[in-house]
């Protein structure tokens, strides 16, 4: 069984910057890949990124360049780095974990780009 608990997040300013952590507890060591995902009222869910348990990482085309996403394993957490916030960068940002016995979830947590 794995934990999924996201945190950071809240309103941003255009070109601003935010910092989301995603804390993952119990069987980690099972962890294959965990991923952040976004969704908007005007968009269906959307992959942001990926970080394997090898620490291979991958970014949507939309955030390349702009996001960034690490894992710290002193404190369990994958956490995405946003620089140049932009309106359309508004969503739900959730954190999925993906191991051997299945697919977990966080509850998510809005980040908003607004002046």
């Known amino acids: 069984q794995v934990q999924v608990a996201e945190s950071g997040g809240g309103l941003v300013q255009p070109g601003g910057s935010a910092r989301l952590s995603c804390l993952v507890s119990g069987s980690i060591s099972s962890i294959l890949t965990t991923g952040w995902y976004r969704r908007s009222a005007e968009k269906a869910r959307e992959l942001v990124g990926t970080?394997?348990?090898?620490?291979?990482?991958n970014l949507a085309d939309s955030v390349k360049g702009r996001f960034t996403i690490s894992r710290d394993r002193t404190k369990n957490t994958v956490d995405l780095q946003m620089n140049d916030l932009k309106p359309e960068d508004t969503a739900v940002y959730s954190c999925s974990v993906i191991t051997f016995s299945g697919g977990y979830w966080g509850q998510g947590t809005q980040v908003t780009v607004s002046s």
């Open positions: 970080i394997s348990s090898s620490g291979a990482t």
